[in-house]
């Protein structure tokens, strides 16, 4: 069976500068994979290619074996693709309600969508009483909850999150990878975007590091060290993590 | 450079308006070879609307701003004259003028030209509210400035014979009357575009945050080719008035204001050139097609193709037929080189080339205690940050760490809630950007920012005009720096041709032809392959010695930051958590644990 | 007091006529930041559309003649076509170009669809006499009430409820919303771009139908240029009013509107000409003093 997501060697370039050269990845059915690394290596660029925002010079993203390289975001996201970019993009006119029903108006099947809006309800109780609130009225923490509930509503076969613990709370933080970790059991997919490479250990199932627009590293959480990590991460051996790695 | 090649400089200045104006010049004797009334009054008119689609050209073309009021300095010019002009009898029949102008007859040339005077007045004034709104807010202010004039003299019974047409003007305006205003015109327009202040105004049009970050104040330079665009069409409304005998609000109402926009654009409005192929290339298509319409009875049809021509031109080559080039200066082998700017044909004696930047090499450029909130939220707390003359700093720290928010402080894009940026002991907290870069801070950027249509040369002398350098002087300082940076081979590639490791050291001798006593060299580093950060590194590490000016560097590449900076500043959450040397800050734990994150929680959680 | 009433009215209606262009461009530069100059040139077709087309001098009635509710229909019909042809011809092959090369472009259709009217009905204008009773006036008591300026007004009061309605409780009315707000995160939850542009285009050449029927009963004559003022007056509207927000674009068209009356009031007489004039020298001013209009669209922060 084919993996649900396959990157396959792309390459990016804002205009002239290039962002990403040569990324590979695959994610599994059922798995969590965080991507990380430093600033500017190209992580959000991956996830923005995916989602169809952006067009590769050169290779191909598959979803399920079929090619999805250059459609409209608007078709990716009808093959099943969701996307959280980063910095939430909420819209803050609409309601809550409104905020969430927006990823079903591609859908027809009506059951399963009051089905999966309870569900979203479940996993975010709060939302319950806010339904008629419009979505700029949010906290940050409440407004990433919001549009991962959102994400869920498209029917996806695979979520694409971009940071989305940045600017939150440690306890908002926990609460939504604690949502992940559910969704993943309710047989979920989803590929994480994260700084934190202590974070990505903690959570996902593999990782993948990037730096400088390629992938230095991956691995399963398991089998990698902080060490290992951190040499990727940020290209010398720092002090702190001596005897790190081999060179890869 | 030898003396002997100041003539050939002479024809390389004049080049574009000699050939434009030879090109118009054969067309007139033909025309009046041939002697026919129609093709001869087409070609006038021709020649006139060329005098207004340059003086369009001087504001749309160098500042890319769409203006459509123009023509409502053509009716203040037409307007003028006639009151200047006319016969006091003919006047009497249908105005009703105060004594000193109704008694008055003034000389053809200076009417027109104290009429254009008018005309550019009025543009002045309006200007300087227009000039300070951007984009698109400032077409539509152009909007109404027509229409305000437009009701004004469409009811101004007294002056202008209100909506009806105001007949007796004296008629002198001939073929070469008009030809004659025409090379006027073009000339003007040829000097204005190559002096600084053409200069600074195209870089504002190719990349407007970039131009104010060199110290270009972009209101003021907006508005001086406003004045000279609104005195050039004050002078086609003249020319059109003293043609036809007469004048009437009508003729300067949106159809005419959208054929003499159709004429630059479908020219192409970014070069003189294309002005001038879009005036004969409209006006021929004009004639012709009204000879059909007269024959066939099909009223509407030349504009109707001329409007169908404009989005053809707008969707398939906004940039018009002749997509923004002059005419190729033509190369003589090895004479090639004179085909460089004024600057570079001054002997070398350039003491505004490369010098270390004035003042006292001990002073520093300091942030005290700044804090920025947004709603609330401070995005950046009291951080202090200093860097000396002669040292390299780094300033590094996660994502959303609030970096982005401290540049845009110390280069005054934002202004702080508490706090103070001080450059050499003068406070710039308040300054706009521009103001900042005039006062010793130079900064690259992001996104790189080079002028993208402006040779490698240009995009460093508008960084040397932008500090108040002359063109020649400016020329001799982007030279230099060339030279130093070893990329002289590539001075007159236009910079959108450059690869990307090239853009980015342009970018940074951009910065430096602003001769700074500071330069934020905002990551450089991104996007470049490790062989291209070695060659970085060495350019870097090389400016506080070579221009005694001090480098603040954000950058995420650690192997950069930490090969070249003398000391690093580390914040995270908007807060400093430590500042020092390499050495130190590689040991720090507390750096990497703002990077990857709490490894207490780590361990326990592992496999999950 | 019947001077007070009339200029009430007075200043609604006109507030109205200019509420509706102004949300008809309002809601196109919304989603895809185009300035429409067109829309005033779409309100033109609508009146045409009612006469058989012909350079005679005198205009000959073909779908005015029809039924009224017909009529209205036919009108919408021609002109909610002609919006959408405008779209998917000129501007979708720009729609990534930026606003001043999309002002230009829709100037110049502009141009070209009234040169267009020329040569098929001829540059004159022409008289037309819709719906005569609509004008006359009615008494109410001791005050005589203009039938049509009330018409005008209720129409506007309905159109907008119906949008609002239409705009909160449709799925397309959702999409608009959220893609006005932020494109192509909509699109990343599944919404079609040429879809919500298309409905887009096709509710501003519902308003501008309605618009031409009211105002060629209103002024009994057609003009290739007839749309000009309105879309002039309109610009200001949305200027005042804040680019990119509905709620401004209507508000702006009534503050126009009124202070256009209030001109026509208080100017001495013999300045009561130039008072167009004053009302776009407004539009400076408040550029000026608040060039985001008077209801602020939310501005993202970015680096620079």
């Known amino acids: ?248 | 450079m030898s003396r002997d090649l100041r003539p050939l400089a002479v024809a390389r200045y004049v080049w574009e308006p000699g050939t434009l104006g030879f090109g118009l010049l054969v067309l007139t004797l033909i025309v009046s070879a041939i002697g026919d009334k129609v093709i001869e009054r087409a070609v006038i008119v021709a020649l006139f609307n060329t005098v207004t689609v340059v003086g369009l050209y001087i504001f749309i073309g160098n500042s890319g701003v769409l203006a459509f009021g123009h023509l409502a300095f053509a009716m203040i010019g037409g307007y003028a004259t006639a009151w200047f002009t006319m016969s006091p009898t003919k006047k009497g029949f249908a105005l009703q003028l105060p004594t000193f102008l109704a008694e008055t007859e003034l000389p053809m040339l200076p009417a027109a030209i104290i009429s254009a005077l008018l005309a550019a007045i009025v543009t002045f004034i309006v200007g300087i509210p227009l000039m300070r709104l951007g984009g698109i807010a400032a077409s539509i202010g152009t909007f109404a400035v027509l229409m305000i004039f437009y009701t004004l003299y469409s009811n101004w019974d007294s002056w202008t014979f209100g909506a009806s047409t105001l007949v007796g003007i004296p008629i002198y305006v001939n073929l070469w009357v008009a030809l004659a205003w025409a090379a006027i015109a073009l000339l003007a327009a040829t000097v204005y575009q190559k002096s600084r202040f053409g200069l600074a105004l195209r870089a504002t049009r190719e990349n407007e945050v970039a131009a104010k970050a060199v110290g270009i104040n972009v209101p003021l330079q907006r508005l001086i080719a406003f004045v000279l665009s609104g005195f050039f069409v004050g002078l086609g409304g003249v020319l059109q008035a003293h043609y036809l005998g007469s004048i009437v609000v009508k003729a300067f109402w949106l159809g005419p204001t959208f054929i003499a926009l159709a004429m630059l654009i479908i020219g192409g409005q970014r070069s003189l050139t294309g002005a001038v192929i879009g005036v004969v290339l409209v006006s021929a298509v004009q004639e012709v097609l009204r000879q059909i319409e007269s024959i066939i009875g099909l009223f509407g049809l030349s504009q109707l193709v001329i409007a169908l021509i404009m989005l053809v031109i707008l969707i398939v080559r906004p940039n018009g037929i002749a997509m923004g080039r002059e005419i190729p200066f033509p190369s003589f082998g090895s004479l090639r080189r004179v085909a460089a700017p004024r600057g570079a044909l001054e002997p070398a004696a350039a003491e505004h080339a490369i010098v270390p930047a004035g003042g006292n090499l001990d002073e520093r450029l300091e942030a005290f205690d700044v804090t920025v909130r947004f709603g609330g939220l401070a995005a950046v707390d009291r951080v202090t940050l200093s860097v000396g003359r002669r040292e390299i700093v780094g300033l590094i720290g996660p994502n959303g760490a609030g970096k982005t928010t401290i540049v845009n402080v110390i280069t005054g894009f934002q202004k702080p809630t508490q706090g103070k940026v001080v450059i050499g002991g003068v406070d710039v907290t308040n300054l706009p950007p521009h103001a900042i870069g005039r006062k010793g801070l130079a900064r690259t950027f992001q996104a790189v920012r080079l002028y993208p249509d402006m040779p490698v040369r240009e995009n460093l002398e508008v960084a040397a005009v932008g500090v108040g350098l002359s063109r020649v002087a400016a020329g001799q300082r982007a030279a230099s720096i060339l030279d130093w940076m070893e990329f002289s081979h590539k001075a007159d590639a236009r910079a959108n041709t450059l690869p990307y490791g090239d853009e980015r050291r342009v970018g940074i001798g951009r910065a430096l032809a602003m001769a700074p006593r500071y330069v934020l060299l905002d990551e450089p580093a991104a996007g470049m392959s490790d062989a291209e950060c070695d060659e970085l590194m060495r350019l870097i590490s090389r400016i506080p010695q070579r221009f005694g000016c001090g480098v603040l560097l954000i950058e995420h590449n650690m192997r950069v930051i930490m090969g070249v900076c003398d000391r690093i500043h580390v914040i995270d959450s908007g807060r400093t958590i430590t500042e020092g040397t390499p050495q130190q800050i590689q040991r720090d734990p507390e750096v990497i644990r703002a990077y990857l994150g709490s490894k207490s929680g780590a361990a326990g959680a592992r496999g999950r | 007091m019947q001077a007070v009433v009339q200029n009430v009215i007075d200043a609604l209606s006109l507030g109205s006529l200019f509420a509706l262009t102004s949300l008809g461009i309002g809601l196109i530069f919304g989603i895809m930041r185009l300035i429409n100059f067109a829309h005033g040139d779409l309100i033109m077709i609508g009146g045409y559309a009612l006469i058989v087309p012909s350079t005679a001098v005198a205009a000959t009635m073909f779908i005015g003649e029809w039924h009224p509710g017909a009529a209205v229909a036919a009108v919408i019909f021609i002109v909610v076509v002609f919006a959408i042809a405008c779209e998917r011809l000129a501007f979708r092959p720009l729609r990534r170009a930026n606003p001043s090369v999309l002002l230009i472009t829709s100037f110049t259709l502009s141009f070209f669809l009234q040169n267009a009217v020329i040569m098929i009905y001829g540059g004159r204008p022409k008289g037309v006499d819709l719906w005569p009773l609509l004008v006359e006036p009615f008494m109410l008591g001791d005050i005589r009430l203009p039938r049509l300026q009330l018409v005008l007004i209720g129409a506007t009061a309905l159109l907008l409820l119906l949008l609002v309605l239409f705009l909160r409780r449709t799925a397309i009315g959702r999409q608009m919303r959220a893609a006005s707000e932020d494109f192509l995160m909509a699109r990343f939850l599944g919404v079609r771009a040429n879809r919500v542009i298309a409905a887009a285009f096709a509710i501003s050449g519902l308003l501008a139908a309605v618009i031409s029927l009211l105002f060629v009963v209103q002024n009994g004559v057609l003009k290739f240029d007839m749309g000009v003022p309105l879309v002039l007056a309109a610009f200001v509207g949305t200027v005042v009013g804040g680019m990119g927000s509905l709620v401004g674009a209507v508000i702006g068209g009534f503050v126009v509107g009124i202070a256009s009356v209030f001109f026509q009031v208080v100017l001495p007489l013999d300045m009561r000409l130039n008072r167009d004039a004053w009302v776009y020298g407004l539009i400076l001013v408040i550029l000026l003093l608040r060039p985001g209009g008077l209801v602020k669209v939310k501005a993202v922060q970015e680096r620079i």
């Not at chain 1, 008629?132 to 009225?137: H, I, M």
């Not at chain 1, 398991?222 to 991460?233: C, N, P, V």
């Open chain 1, 1 to 248: 069976m084919p993996p649900v997501l396959e990157v396959d060697d792309i390459y990016v370039s804002y205009g002239r500068i290039p962002a990403i050269r040569g990324v590979s990845l695959t994610v599994d059915e059922g798995e969590i994979v965080s991507l990380v690394g430093p600033n500017g290596a190209g992580k959000s660029t991956t996830l923005m290619t995916v989602a169809g925002a952006l067009v590769p010079t050169k290779g191909a993203v598959r979803l399920k074996g079929h090619p999805i390289t250059g459609h409209a975001p608007e078709n990716i996201a009808r093959l099943g693709v969701s996307f959280v970019p980063e910095g939430r993009h909420v819209f803050t006119q609409l309601t809550v309600e409104e905020n969430i029903r927006l990823g079903t108006d591609m859908r027809r099947d009506k059951d399963a969508i009051e089905a999966d809006f309870e569900r979203v309800l479940s996993y975010f109780p709060f939302l319950r009483e806010r339904l008629s609130t419009p979505g700029g009225k949010l906290s940050g923490g409440e407004q990433q909850q919001l549009v991962i509930g959102r994400a869920l509503m498209t029917a996806p076969k695979i979520i694409l999150v971009d940071e989305p613990s940045l600017g939150l709370g440690p306890i908002i933080v926990d609460r939504v990878y604690e949502i992940f970790h559910r969704l993943r059991e309710a047989g979920n997919t989803l590929l994480v975007v994260e700084q934190s490479t202590h974070r990505a250990l903690q959570n996902a199932d593999r990782i993948y590091v990037l730096r400088s627009g390629r992938i230095e590293l991956s691995g399963s959480s398991r089998d990698l060290t902080d060490e290992q990590l951190e040499f990727a991460y940020f290209g010398f051996d720092s002090p702190v993590g001596q005897g790190g790695g081999p060179h890869p």
